[in-house]
């Protein structure tokens, strides 16, 4: 599993205060926090005004921090570039759609750089589809255009994108479909990838890690590459090094690994077997029976 810290970003207002007057220590800490990613995201949105020329100042001094690659993710493809050209090592461009226009720059400069390319299944004609075979439809046009330019198909990171379970309820489960058609679908195959958070954005917050983690886990057994997450989570990287080396330590990894099977192998969740009357795995089999949309979703459901 390919892990992108998602914790320079620039909608946090503390972080966008930093980035405008280049606090280097407080940007250097985040830095510091992610060291345990193979990818920092440098999330500056526009970049525009007093942000011009942000990311080649973020990724010198990344790169004075950290052996991580870096996610360039901007919208402002002049900037974007200008990243690009300062950072020697590896890269994803954060990110691509299907239109036209943005797609020609990306992956032109996803080609002329040899960086990793990240495309979000929408466009501005159709939006977000509502269902996988929309998502997957548009998924490939962008490979096409890929493979025309000459991208590796294994640099090409398709992204289902996750919209809140407290919003849309049933679309969890359609991202997990998408990614599982992601994968099954291209030859020569294509990588997925999400930005985890997105799935509890809006959820109360003593409850957001646990929805993560366990879409995490659901993510995993349809077969996902690579997961933008809180680098703070500690328990979240443990859970993916076990999901990846089969290695459970506790009943509640046995019931993690159960949980992937069942999205691997098209099972059913009412079928997992658990203990009923630990609670903490109660919690975790009510959280993936939302995320199946076998339940319905409240902001309390754990206490149910």
Same mark, same amino acid.
């Given at each position: 599993?390919?892990?992108?810290?998602?914790?320079?970003?620039?909608?946090?207002?503390?972080?966008?205060?930093?980035?405008?007057?280049?606090?280097?220590?407080?940007?250097?800490?985040?830095?510091?926090?992610?060291?345990?990613?193979?990818?920092?995201?440098l999330?500056?949105?526009?970049a525009?005004?007093?942000l011009e020329g942000?990311?080649?100042?973020?990724?010198?001094?990344?790169?004075?921090?950290t052996?991580?690659?870096?996610?360039?993710?901007?919208?402002?493809?002049v900037?974007?570039?200008?990243?690009?050209?300062?950072?020697? $090592? @590896?890269? #994803?461009?954060?990110?691509?759609?299907?239109? =036209?226009?943005?797609?020609e720059k990306?992956?032109?400069? *996803? %080609?002329?750089?040899?960086?990793?390319?990240?495309?979000?299944?929408l466009?501005?004609?159709?939006?977000i589809?509502k269902?996988?075979?929309?998502?997957?439809e548009?998924?490939?046009?962008?490979?096409?255009?890929?493979?025309?330019?000459?991208?590796?198909? $294994? @640099?090409i #990171?398709f992204?289902?994108?996750?919209?809140? =379970?407290?919003?849309?309820q049933?679309?969890?489960?359609? *991202? %997990?479909?998408?990614?599982?058609?992601?994968?099954?679908?291209f030859?020569?195959p294509?990588k997925?990838?999400?930005?985890?958070?997105n799935i509890?954005?809006?959820?109360?917050?003593?409850?957001?890690?646990?929805?993560?983690?366990i879409?995490?886990?659901?993510?995993?057994?349809?077969?996902?590459?690579?997961?933008?997450?809180?680098?703070?989570?500690?328990?979240?990287?443990?859970?993916?090094?076990?999901l990846?080396?089969?290695?459970?330590?506790?009943?509640?990894?046995?019931?993690?690994?159960?949980?992937?099977a069942?999205?691997?192998?098209f099972?059913?969740?009412?079928?997992?077997?658990?203990?009923?009357?630990?609670?903490?795995?109660?919690?975790?089999?009510k959280?993936?029976?939302?995320?199946l949309n076998?339940?319905?979703?409240?902001?309390?459901?754990?206490?149910?």
């Amino acid at each position: 599993m390919i892990l992108i810290g998602e914790n320079i970003h620039v909608i946090s207002k503390s972080v966008r205060e930093a980035l405008i007057e280049r606090d280097e220590k407080f940007i250097a800490d985040l830095i510091d926090i992610q060291k345990n990613m193979d990818y920092i995201d440098l999330n500056v949105g526009p970049a525009k005004k007093n942000l011009e020329g942000i990311l080649s100042w973020l990724a010198g001094l990344a790169q004075s921090r950290t052996d991580a690659g870096i996610s360039f993710d901007t919208t402002n493809s002049v900037e974007m570039e200008k990243g690009l050209k300062s950072f020697h $090592g @590896k890269t #994803f461009i954060n990110s691509t759609s299907k239109d =036209v226009e943005r797609l020609e720059k990306m992956t032109d400069l *996803a %080609l002329e750089y040899n960086s990793n390319l990240i495309a979000l299944t929408l466009s501005k004609e159709t939006g977000i589809p509502k269902t996988c075979d929309g998502r997957l439809e548009i998924a490939f046009e962008i490979y096409e255009k890929c493979l025309e330019k000459g991208i590796e198909s $294994g @640099k090409i #990171f398709f992204d289902p994108l996750t919209l809140p =379970v407290c919003v849309e309820q049933g679309q969890a489960l359609e *991202a %997990l479909n998408t990614i599982k058609m992601i994968k099954e679908s291209f030859d020569p195959p294509v990588k997925t990838v999400i930005g985890l958070s997105n799935i509890s954005n809006g959820c109360l917050k003593d409850i957001r890690s646990l929805i993560n983690r366990i879409f995490a886990v659901l993510a995993f057994g349809a077969g996902l590459d690579a997961a933008i997450v809180d680098a703070r989570d500690l328990e979240l990287m443990r859970i993916f090094k076990m999901l990846e080396t089969d290695n459970p330590q506790t009943p509640l990894d046995v019931l993690y690994l159960k949980l992937a099977a069942i999205v691997r192998d098209f099972g059913e969740i009412d079928g997992v077997e658990y203990d009923r009357d630990c609670e903490e795995q109660a919690k975790v089999v009510k959280t993936a029976r939302i995320l199946l949309n076998k339940e319905i979703y409240s902001p309390s459901f754990t206490q149910i």
